[in-house]
Nanobody, 115 residues
């Protein structure tokens, strides 16, 4: 069974940075594309960024381009999301999942951007 454990969220001021981590188990991580998704209160869960199995392909939602960066460490079965220049509208619960969200969702990690 695939398990996804997100961490690294918190409260940050506008303009600040956070680095999220997602530890994956139960899948062949080194050959799996991965993605970060987020869900704000009262809204649907949306894709934020995706990364191919070897890190050579990445794509981002327009709203985070130039501010967020997705990366992975296949030796650690971990995918990261570096978030810079955070805005209040980035406030959400962040989740990781596959390149397409086909696994059971983890608990997510809360990111709150507020002064």
């Amino acid at each position: 069974q695939v398990q996804l454990v997100e961490s690294g969220g918190g409260l940050v001021q506008p303009g600040g940075s956070l680095r999220l981590s997602c530890a994956a188990s139960g899948l062949i991580f080194s050959s799996s594309g991965m993605g970060w998704y987020r869900q704000a209160p009262g809204k649907q869960r949306d894709l934020v960024a995706r990364i191919g199995w070897d890190g050579s392909i990445t794509n981002y939602a327009d709203s985070v381009k130039g501010r967020f960066s997705i990366s992975r460490d296949n030796a650690k079965n971990t995918v990261y999301l570096q978030m810079n220049s955070l805005k209040p509208e980035d406030t959400a619960v962040y989740y990781c999942n596959g390149y397409l969200p086909r696994y059971q969702w983890g608990q997510g990690t809360q990111v709150t951007v507020s002064s």
